[in-house]
T-cell receptor, first 116, second 116 residues
Framework: DQQVKQNSPSLSVQEGRISILNCDYT??????FLWYKKYPAEGPTFLIS?????DKNEDGRFTVFLNKSAKHLSLHIVPSQPGDSAVYFC???????????????FGKGTKLTVNP | DAGVTQSPTHLIKTRGQQVTLRCSPK?????VSWYQQALGQGPQFIFQ???????QRGNFPDRFSGHQFPNYSSELNVNALLLGDSALYLC???????????????FGEGSWLTVV
């Protein structure tokens, strides 16, 4: 079962406008959420994250909003730039049972295209 | 400081064969996780190694196995390859339990495996 869902496979926006990428999750035990950006032929790179005890986190042009009651989060990019064109993955972290680090549960990704 | 390095970058195998993929974590990291990203899907957690032991495992058959060496590098082995094993295999390195919280999970560029 897909515990983290990104229902929009693609999104196209004009340069300078806002990009909004959405993500839904089903597991109430997730306590930390992350957004990763992936260019072709590269590994995912961390973009921004949010704890489940917060409802907003902002970093420059990027803001993530969390609605815990709706189990929904969104990434806002303002203003969008052509260099933002990439696949964006929403992920939730799960604490390890013993030792090591959290594992990440990813959505399927949304391909963002920002047109000049 | 080299980041996460993976080898080989691309390889083609025949059904039924075995494959070994390699990962060197970022300097100072002690935990290695492996993910499989099939075409059009998000990365899926395979397993994680910490202190040379498999600590967590995702929903993958026993054909998928791994190893971590004393220098923290890791191998992913897949036996009896199936066509469905064709995917990008990502290695992620991290340090500590709250690596996600600390935004210190780093991915390599991946190894593209094609099974024919």
């Amino acid at each position: 079962d897909q515990q983290v869902k990104q229902n929009s496979p693609s999104l196209s926006v004009q340069e300078g406008r806002i990009s909004i990428l959405n993500c839904d999750y089903t597991n109430s035990m997730f306590d930390y959420f992350l957004w990763y950006k992936k260019y072709p032929a590269e590994g995912p790179t961390f973009l921004i994250s949010i704890s489940s005890i917060k409802d907003k986190n902002e970093d420059g042009r990027f803001t993530v909003f969390l609605n815990k009651s709706a189990k929904h989060l969104s990434l806002h990019i303002v203003p969008s730039q052509p260099g933002d064109s990439a696949v964006y993955f929403c992920a939730a972290s799960v604490l390890p049972p013993q030792g090591g680090s959290e594992k990440l549960v990813f959505g399927k990704g949304t391909k963002l295209t920002v047109n000049p | 400081d080299a980041g996460v390095t993976q080898s080989p970058t691309h390889l083609i195998k025949t059904r039924g064969q075995q494959v070994t993929l390699r990962c060197s974590p970022k300097s100072g990291h002690d935990t290695v996780s492996w993910y499989q990203q099939a075409l059009g899907q998000g990365p899926q957690f395979i397993f994680q190694y910490y202190e040379e032991e498999e600590r967590q495992r995702g929903n993958f058959p026993d054909r998928f196995s791994g190893h971590q060496f004393p220098n923290y590098s890791s191998e992913l082995n897949v036996n009896a390859l199936l066509l469905g094993d064709s995917a990008l295999y990502l290695c992620a390195s991290s340090l500590g339990v709250f690596a996600a919280v600390g935004n210190t999970i780093y991915f390599g560029e991946g190894s593209w495996l094609t099974v024919v």
